[in-house]
């Protein structure tokens, strides 16, 4: 019997001792690998990442609208750690036309031996995902993530811009986070981004969510802005075109929309060429809408009136190169009031001569077509008036309709918006928390009033872009188009309409619209003139503007 009790004690402390030596070699030898495991589980499971903020529209009343927002989606990921040397060749094969990733690259991902975290396929779609579950392999997982979502598709594109995830060197600061590439998401992103979680030895410190962004940009009239500019393009079969609502007095953009567009769901389907937004990254020649600006340095530097008359030849010579009326029209004895109604090129380059060529270009900086505006987007550029800075008469004689000299969309309309908010120029808003900022004074309000009745006289003697009962201040151009291979001018064209409303009441938007290249190379008042008229009455009717003009 004695030796049975021994037996069992025996074993009891036999079992103990076993039970000691595993669990001292869980706790010590084995605690790297367990929290290797956590560790990659963690980061597959974007648990450490945070939750990027979200953007909105706005209503008409200032109410937000979801239109940017997070959503979970299937991602691919690999555990290189857990993955056999001798597997990583047959596993690139297998993987390769499932994650769209190159056997090369699959390759080094999977031979980072040390590695707990790759991803493969982000937003995988379910057929990857199924076939993924089919092949089973080892250290191939399928997770979710979170990703964008644009609710409103296409909508407001250049924008928003896109995410899609951070190399290799961005890591080391975002994580696994998503990073904005252009229009907002990128101009914002560490705002929306927020900070990621991480690893304190064996401690885990908390993600830090993104917050979120409101824009000015009103959903409707966004929307309509952007039917209006589609079907402008389509009629007249363009290569682009932009459109811009601004509000004078504050500076805020209300839409701007940009075509070519793309679905920045699914960016990887559109080309590089469309992600850049034109409104603010291109420059062009915007022709005779530069004439409103060619008048209010004149009219405002006191060196011509609207009664200022001279006596027109049907064209001028500079350098000897002439410039000519369009028709080669001879309009005899005008004043400049008749040059912006019949916009008479040989009238606005004698306005320029009158006002000096100092104090013409001094205007054309004032008026900010010369500087970056500071919008809160990425990647502004700034007009081009190198033929100006130790210009000859031939150079100021063109810039004076708007031709030799290059301009950005948003500095132009900016421009039209100061000589509607009574001669103050604004920075251009994006964000809803951004507040009004002057830039500086660059008319008077005379100057401005004068200015506004002879704009509103050119829409009336033109009636293109009139509506009923309502004043309305505006100005057409059409612009050749450089020939930048051979020197001088295509055939082809930009038409521009720059204009707003109402003018009795507060002036509350300011209007362009930019078609490039419409086949037949029409004038803007057959093509972008109609256009402002279809946008400006939907602008009426939809914020109930009382007519000022009974």
């Not at 030596?21 to 605690?31: A, H, M, P, S, W």
Request: avoid cysteine.
């Amino acid at each position: 019997m004695r030796w049975r009790y021994f037996l069992i004690i025996f074993g009891f402390f036999a079992s103990f001792a076993v039970l000691t030596v595993n669990l001292y070699y869980l706790q010590f030898k084995k605690t790297d690998y367990f929290f290797a495991k956590v560790k990659s589980q963690y980061l597959a499971s974007g648990i450490l990442e945070p939750s990027r903020g979200n953007i909105y529209f706005i209503d008409k009343n200032n109410n937000r609208i979801l239109a940017v927002l997070n959503k979970d989606y299937d991602a691919i990921f690999a555990v290189p750690k857990e993955i056999k040397q001798t597997d990583i060749k047959i596993y690139s094969e297998k993987l390769s036309p499932i994650v769209n990733i190159s056997i090369e690259d699959l390759e080094k991902k999977l031979s980072k031996k040390n590695d707990q975290y790759e991803l493969l396929a982000f937003k995988a779609i379910d057929d990857q995902s199924q076939k993924i579950r089919d092949l089973n392999f080892k250290g191939i997982y399928i997770g979710k993530q979170e990703a964008r979502f644009y609710s409103f598709g296409k909508l407001a594109s250049h924008l928003f811009g896109f995410v899609s995830p951070a190399n290799e060197s961005e890591s080391l600061k975002y994580g696994n986070a998503q990073i904005g590439r252009y229009g907002t998401e990128f101009y914002f992103n560490d705002y929306l981004a927020g900070e990621s979680g991480s690893f304190e030895g064996d401690k885990i410190i908390e993600p830090k969510n993104g917050d979120d962004l409101t824009l000015t940009i009103e959903r409707n009239l966004q929307a309509r802005t952007e039917e209006i500019l589609k079907k402008l393009i389509g009629d007249w079969q363009a290569e682009a075109g932009t459109i811009i609502v601004q509000e004078p007095a504050t500076g805020k953009i209300l839409a701007m929309a940009n075509f070519p567009d793309f679905d920045p769901n699914d960016y990887s389907k559109s080309d590089l060429k469309n992600f850049p937004n034109q409104a603010i990254q291109g420059v062009y020649e915007f022709g005779s809408v530069l004439k409103i600006i060619t008048m209010a340095a004149g009219l405002d530097s006191g060196k011509i009136t609207p009664e200022t008359t001279y006596i027109d030849k049907g064209s001028v010579t500079f350098n000897n190169k002439t410039i000519k009326n369009w028709g080669d029209k001879i309009y005899g004895k005008i004043n400049m009031a008749d040059v912006l109604e019949y916009s008479v090129n040989t009238g606005s380059v004698f306005a320029e001569i009158e006002t000096s060529h100092k104090i013409f270009l001094d205007y054309l900086n004032k008026f900010g077509l010369n500087e970056l505006t500071n919008i809160s987007l990425p990647g502004e550029v700034k007009g081009n008036m190198k033929n100006l800075k130790n210009g000859s008469d031939i150079h100021f004689a063109t810039a004076s309709f708007g031709q030799g000299i290059s301009i950005t969309s948003i500095a132009l309309i900016n421009a039209f918006s100061a000589i509607a908010n009574n001669g103050v120029l604004m920075k251009p808003l994006i964000s809803a928390d951004e507040k009004p900022e002057v830039v500086r004074r660059v008319i008077s309000p005379k100057t401005a009033e004068t200015l506004i009745k002879m704009m509103v006289s050119v829409v009336e003697k033109n009636k293109v872009a009139e509506i009923s009962n309502y004043s309305i201040a505006g100005k057409s151009g059409t612009a050749y188009i450089p020939d930048f291979k051979s020197g001088g001018y295509t055939d082809e064209v930009i038409n521009t309409y720059v204009g707003f409303l109402p003018i009795k009441n507060q002036r509350k938007f300011t209007i362009l619209i930019k078609l490039d290249k419409p086949v037949g190379a029409p004038f803007a008042n057959s093509t972008v003139a109609p256009a402002f008229k279809e946008l400006a009455e939907f602008i009426v009717n939809y914020y109930n503007i009382a007519p000022d003009n009974l």
